[in-house]
């Protein structure tokens, strides 16, 4: 008999013992919830950009709940776990948040990424369909290029002037952050383990997901083209949509109720379904 999510009793029941093996402390560490939505019939799992935090996703959970229950990843290494040591590819991060979000699954899912996120999502949408036959409603990728087309260039920004001008230019900082040195100090160093994270990250182009993706991206983004974030229909057997929005790289910034809107149309049109 299967459920929803396609997952079979068998895989329920693998997915409860395996809850076992990650304590609520450590899925505290990784996952974080704003706003309950106890009665959401959907998740979100959002997946911050390179140097970003969880936290980034407190006014998108604000929006979308309670009527979809959204969480977003902590990655190790910033804010709060700022100690605990980098994930230094992004193999090993999808590994990680696969392993603490698959005893967590109690209802349809969906998953958000922004930049960097946006093949972490990929990639743990990937684990999810092939280790515990789960195939997200929607992955939403966005100011990101498709994953077959890592490698066509590479960012080697390896000294600090490089990495702020970089995040200046890009934008999603705060410029009073870039001119703190203490904060400064305290942020450089994800940054630039995930810059590095991305620069190895490869992914042939016939490597496919079953889940549809939604393209959401800015025709004016200095770090990806159009012609980069359309080829991510290579990258899924379902459906492919494409979202143009305008304002760079961090365009979820300049039109909030617009990204919005998208996502809450499309989990309900996939929840319909």
Known sequence: MRGAWGVSRSHRSDRRRNSALVKPSTQRLWVRRFHEADGAKTGLVCFPHAGGSASYFYRLSAALSPDFDVTAI?????????????????????????AVLNPMIDRPIALFGHSMGAVVGFEVARRFEKSAGIKPTTVFVSAMRAPGRFGEETTQVEDDAGLINRMRTLGGTDPLLLADPKMLEMVLPAFRNDIRALDQYRRDREVRIGAPITVMTASDDSLTSMDQATAWEQHTSGDCTVHIFNG???????HPHRVVTVIAETLRSRHSE
């Open 248 to 254: 760079g790289h961090f365009y979820l910034e300049k």
């Open 74 to 98: 902590q990655y190790p290494g910033r804010q709060d776990r700022y100690s605990e040591p980098f994930v230094k590819t992004i193999d090993d991060l999808a590994d990680h948040i696969f």
